[in-house]
């Protein structure tokens, strides 16, 4: 009897002898190569570096790529003539088939907590047979991109995508890297994939008609990855945010540039470009901004709530007295002269217990949960000097929002560097 069942679990090579317990370690080195083109009206015909992308060496079999077009509504508004533009564009290069006039999705947050709009694009990729040597092209806000660039990842498990930024924001960070997604369950990015996108294609041109909001937001990106990783370009930040607030499209253009340039060194450099750690080293001021986004039901932009959570982690960090009270006040003041907030209603609502979901410290765990493991935040020693807490007292963090309150009612009055703001910490 006992023999029998030991035959039966042997021959469902199940068997417990050393002879049959093997493994092999299967090792799958994959290198992934992208450009990121930093250009200027991309659609006039006579541009050829997105015909130079489409027929690259990489498209295969000899067919003319076929493409589908996916745009951020937003753009199309401030851009009236960009949907004619486009299909003019690809009538004029016999090379190229665009599958379908450009399918126009909402832009901003809403695209990405409407699970309609994935299907979307699912739909149109499938019924315009878009395969893996076909392309789509997303063009727009990082919310837009983030959708767009999630559907293509997950139809015939992954299509090659195109990313066309529009946003100050979406140029400097999140169309130059590897994440997608969308919300899910009241969470932000909950659902979402890492895939390198086949092209990155940064149209200055289409920064021209973003709000201020959008124009300015996108440059704490910029002042986050400053503080974290180079102090000469926070310098620099310094020295021209009065221009970059005055719309200089010069500055700007370095602003992006620099910052994408630093993403990409990090995504390339940090040796964990799929976030496998229990750290975000880039994800400084993002515990607080992304729980102050959906506290604001979507209202504050992602750069808008990154600047907030920025000025509350340097804050926390100098009431700690990590980092020095002078690099605390020159970063306040650089957010200042980017007419960026300090502190919105939605940091002190409910701060009081991080238990409370309505709590922005309840973001200190739901930013925890998102990797899993051990709870890591990025903080300054000072500007160019980042170290990684493992936990955030909270009465301090009431310190910090209460201050920053005070900062914020000040912002218009006092410059920091006057004598009323002194000594304030
Ligand atoms: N994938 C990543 O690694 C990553 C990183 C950072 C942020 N993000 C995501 O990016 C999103 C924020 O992106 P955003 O700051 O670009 O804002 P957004 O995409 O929400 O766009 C803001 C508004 O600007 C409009 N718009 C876009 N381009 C325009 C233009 N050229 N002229 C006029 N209006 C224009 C849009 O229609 C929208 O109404 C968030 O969802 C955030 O989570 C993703
Ligand atoms: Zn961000």
Request: charged letters at 20%.
């Amino acid at each position: 009897m006992i023999d029998t069942q030991t035959a039966n679990v042997e021959s469902a090579g199940l068997g417990r002898s050393s002879r049959r317990d093997r493994t092999i370690t299967q090792v799958v080195p994959v290198t992934f190569t992208y450009p990121v083109h930093f250009t200027e009206h991309l659609f006039d015909p006579q541009q050829t570096l997105l015909r130079d992308i489409l027929t690259g060496p990489e498209a295969s079999g000899g067919q003319p790529p076929r493409v589908l077009c996916v745009v951020d509504d937003g753009v199309l508004a401030a851009f009236p003539g960009l949907e004619g533009q486009i299909q003019a564009y690809f009538a004029a290069q016999p090379g190229l088939t665009l599958v379908a006039p450009p399918l126009a999705v909402p832009g901003g947050e809403r695209c990405k907590s409407d699970p309609g709009q994935v299907e979307r694009v699912h739909e149109a990729i499938n019924a315009h047979g878009i395969d893996r040597h076909a392309y789509v092209i997303a063009v727009g806000g990082g919310a837009v991109l983030d959708m767009v660039g999630y559907a293509a990842a997950t139809a015939h498990r992954g299509v090659r995508l195109v990313r066309v930024p529009t946003t100050v924001l979406s140029q400097n960070d999140s169309a130059v890297g590897v994440k997608n997604s969308v919300n899910a369950f009241g969470k932000k990015n909950w659902l979402g994939t890492f895939a390198p996108p086949h092209a990155v294609l940064n149209d200055r041109a289409f920064l021209t008609t973003l709000e201020d909001r959008d124009w300015l937001g996108g440059l704490s990106e910029a002042l986050k990855v400053a503080l974290l990783k180079d102090a000469a370009f926070f310098e620099w930040l310094e020295a021209n945010a009065a221009a970059l607030a005055a719309r200089d499209r010069e500055a700007m253009d370095h602003a992006v540039y620099r910052c994408a340039e630093l993403h990409l060194q990090h995504i390339a450099g940090s040796g964990d470009p799929f976030e496998r750690g229990s750290s975000r080293p880039l994800d400084f001021g993002h515990w607080a901004a992304h729980k102050l986004e959906s506290l604001s039901n979507y209202e504050l932009r992602h750069g808008e709530a990154v600047a907030v959570g920025i000025a509350l982690d340097c804050t926390y960090a100098a009431l700690s007295d990590l980092l020095p009270e002078a690099d605390w006040r020159r970063i306040l003041a650089v957010l200042r002269t980017l007419k960026l907030a300090v502190s919105v209603p939605e940091l002190w609502s409910g701060t009081q217990d991080a238990t409370n979901p309505t709590s922005v410290l309840s973001g200190l765990n739901e930013f925890r949960e998102h990797l899993g493991g051990r709870l890591t935040i990025p903080l300054l020693t000072g500007i160019g000097q980042p170290v990684e807490v493992h936990e955030m007292d909270h009465d301090i963090l009431r310190r910090a929002i209460a201050l920053l309150e005070d900062v914020q009612a000040q912002a218009s009055s006092l410059p920091l560097s006057s004598p009323h703001t002194q000594g304030v910490l």
